[in-house]
């Protein structure tokens, strides 16, 4: 039988550092967004790097490059309602994993969940999210996608590639308590 360490996984010095960074995540997203749409009409191009990336505003009423865009209405709706709250329930379960327990591993999580935030304040907005991110090499295009999207991906690679190791009952013994 092993022992369960009483520590919280989720102390309160990792809760600010949880919050803070989905926050900041959050407002350089939504401040981004309202850039580009106080700046281009939809569909507009500016090129930046001709050959390779341009800013545009698009807006993608589907999920992760266009997934369930062509739903109809209602369907579309709660497919993504409920892949955004399975996303933000595993988020929450990872940040409390004894193998998430890192600070890169907090900070990757809370940006997945700040970019999963901003694309929801999108939804509610405008009834699609703001894509302006145009990466492209002669007519082969990414999808268009921004900020809360490189998040998002960001901090699922980091957390995919951190070495892992489990918490043990030394490791919450010698962490500081709040």
Request: glycine share 8%.
């Amino acid at each position: 039988m092993t022992q369960r360490s009483s520590a919280p996984l989720l102390t309160r010095t990792a809760l600010t550092l949880v919050s803070s960074v989905a926050a900041l995540t959050i407002l350089i997203d939504q401040t981004s967004k309202q850039l580009i749409l106080n700046t281009f009409r939809p569909g507009e191009v500016l090129p930046v790097i001709p050959g390779f990336f341009n800013l545009t505003l698009t807006f993608n009423p589907g999920a992760a490059f266009g997934l369930w865009s062509n739903l109809p209405g209602g369907w579309r709706e709660f497919a993504l309602g409920v892949s955004i709250t399975l996303a933000i329930v595993a988020v929450c379960i990872f940040l409390l994993h004894p193998n998430c327990q890192s600070t890169l591993a907090r900070v990757s999580l809370s940006a997945v969940l700040g970019g999963a935030i901003g694309n929801i304040i999108d939804r509610c907005t405008y009834g699609s999210v703001v894509d302006f991110l145009d990466f492209y090499l002669g007519s082969y295009h990414w999808p268009a996608f921004n900020i809360a999207d490189s998040a998002i991906f960001m901090g699922i690679m980091v957390v995919v590639f951190l070495p892992h190791k489990a918490a043990t009952p030394e490791d919450s013994a010698n962490a500081p308590s709040n």
